[in-house]
């Protein structure tokens, strides 16, 4: 008898440490935000809030880029003034 409970409490002891092993901590560690890409999109105007709060993963990145795509969509003729027909002209 005293061996079977001797033996069930190693067991019981070995799978806890097996457990403990795999069990992740509640709180997961947020990197910082990129200032670079913060400052870079909100000097294109983006709403930084926004983004923080739908996709604030881009704004963990590094290196992310955005000074390189503005000048591609520059080059593509992307940006720049708005060419939209005024609403209360006539055709």
């Given at each position: 008898?005293?061996?079977?409970?001797?033996?069930?409490?190693?067991?019981?002891?070995?799978?806890?440490?097996?457990?403990?092993?795999?069990?992740?901590?509640?709180?997961?560690?947020?990197?910082?935000?990129?200032?670079?890409?913060?400052?870079?999109?909100?000097?294109?105007?983006?709403?930084?809030?926004?983004?923080?709060?739908?996709?604030?993963?881009?704004?963990?990145?590094?290196?992310?880029?955005?000074?390189?795509?503005?000048?591609?969509?520059?080059?593509?003729?992307?940006?720049?003034?708005?060419?939209?027909?005024?609403?209360?002209?006539?055709p």
């Amino acid at each position: 008898m005293l061996r079977l409970i001797a033996t069930s409490l190693c067991l019981r002891c070995q799978s806890a440490a097996a457990l403990s092993l795999h069990i992740r901590p509640c709180a997961t560690l947020i990197p910082a935000e990129n200032q670079q890409t913060v400052e870079a999109l909100y000097d294109l105007s983006v709403d930084i809030q926004k983004v923080r709060k739908l996709n604030s993963w881009v704004l963990h990145q590094s290196p992310a880029y955005t000074k390189e795509v503005v000048d591609l969509l520059k080059d593509l003729g992307g940006l720049g003034p708005c060419h939209c027909p005024d609403p209360h002209s006539s055709p």
